[in-house]
């Protein structure tokens, strides 16, 4: 008996669920990890080098997650279930491994083989949900898959919020062996292949994506995502490290600055839930996958220069900064639940998860140079200018969206 569209869509929301909880792990602990690791590796660790390096480490995940093409290659010749099963297996181990190292060197192979994990979910995953449910709800349900991060975001919040203090960042990191657990249900569940396992084995040659027709939607969706995830890290996801940095030079407790920047990650959370929630009802009101992308990629713009250059940077109000972040939630990590909707729709079964994998994973790729060039610039004009300025990627990304195959109304290609 095959599992109903009801268990393929929390199987997946569950997978995707737990990479966003073991992704984000790293955000809450970076101050503290990076205290301990600096000058075990004899480096000081003061604010300077905390930016540099934790936006280094960031890079090294990032490239990571990039490299994770080789999983959206495999879901469609070797079945979505299996390699979505190992996806999990792989970021499990390696977020766990993270609270072993022992310096910054052996830290960085681990966030590396994390995001290589990470990263690859998505492609086996998303493809398995659009593929398994009924048109009528798939692009609904294709919105909300993208739910999952935030409450995994917000379930890792709340581990740090509440025990972070009691386990310290090395028991945070091993608490991320836990998704692991999920590969034997999914195992069960999927015991008979779904209606298109079969016949995404038959899979195209790679180079298919990059021949005739195919290869513009192919470079476009890829330049968009690439602006889009440099975006994302080089804003959202240092928002708890901001926190951490002002309440400490506040004079704030350890304990409190992080439950704080815990708090941080949940506020900034939020606003991506009710994006995300919200998604199929504004792309279909708007009619257009184009138009949609637009307008978050311009309230992007304007939620980080809000976040970081008024509240932060000119104002000095951290209480503004916290009643803004739902609003950058909203719109630099909201936009990625249009994402799971649209990127499907591009190609053909024989190639969803490979072309699917590929535009996500270049923009992982460019993506992977924000959290860099945001530590290198802080160096020199402190680390909200830096987050502003960098809010411009967003305008680069636009006439990508303009270029990018238009599917609104359309059924998944067979």
Not at 52 to 79: E, P, Q, T
Not at 312 to 326: Q, R, T, V
Not at 387 to 392: D, E, F, H, R, V
Request: glycine fraction near 10%.
């Amino acid at each position: 008996m095959k599992p109903s569209p009801t268990k393929v869509f929390w199987i997946t929301w569950s997978g995707w669920m737990l990479d966003g909880f073991d992704a984000s792990l790293y955000a809450y602990v970076l101050v503290s990890s990076l205290a301990e690791l600096l000058p075990a590796s004899g480096i000081a660790a003061n604010e300077a080098n905390i930016g540099l390096y934790g936006g280094m480490l960031f890079s090294v995940f990032m490239v990571g997650w990039a490299a994770s093409i080789f999983w959206g290659w495999a879901a469609d010749r070797y079945g979505r279930v299996s390699i979505l099963c190992w996806t999990v297996l792989f970021y499990s181990v390696f977020t766990a491994a993270s609270g072993l190292a022992t310096g910054i060197a052996s830290f960085a192979m681990f966030r590396f083989l994390t995001g290589f994990g990470i990263g690859g979910e998505w492609g086996a995953g998303t493809p398995l949900l659009q593929e398994g449910v009924p048109e009528q709800k798939r692009v609904l349900l294709a919105g909300w898959l993208h739910t999952a991060i935030p409450v995994g975001f917000l379930l890792a919040a709340l581990v740090v919020m509440m025990a972070g203090d009691m386990l310290g960042w090395r028991g945070v990191f091993l608490v991320g062996i836990l998704p692991a657990l999920l590969i034997l249900y999914v195992r069960l569940a999927f015991s008979v292949p779904m209606r298109r396992e079969t016949a995404s084995r038959t899979s195209k040659p790679f180079a298919e994506l990059f021949r005739t027709t195919r290869a513009q939607a192919t470079w476009s969706s890829a330049l968009m995502l690439s602006c889009a995830v440099f975006g994302l890290w080089s804003s959202n996801f240092w928002a708890p490290t901001i926190v951490m940095i002002k309440l400490t030079a506040a004079g704030a407790t350890p304990k409190h600055a992080l439950q704080m920047e815990a708090l941080a990650g949940i506020a900034t959370n939020l606003g991506t839930f009710v994006a995300c929630l919200l998604m199929p009802w504004i792309t279909t009101g708007l009619g257009s996958r184009r138009k949609t992308a637009v307008l978050f990629f311009l309230g992007s713009i304007a939620s980080t220069i809000a976040c970081y250059e008024l509240a932060i940077e000119y104002l000095h109000n951290i209480a503004l900064f916290f009643c803004l972040l739902p609003l950058l939630g909203f719109f630099t990590n909201g936009i990625f639940s249009l994402f799971t909707i649209w990127l499907p729709e591009l190609f053909p079964t024989a190639l969803r998860g490979s072309g699917s994998s590929f535009a996500f994973s270049s923009g992982r790729l460019l993506g992977a140079a924000g959290p860099s060039i945001v530590g290198l610039l802080a160096t020199a004009t402190g680390l909200p200018h830096a987050i502003s300025i960098l809010a411009g990627i967003y305008l680069i990304g636009l006439p990508f969206i303009v270029i990018s195959p238009e599917t609104a109304g359309r059924p998944l290609p067979a």
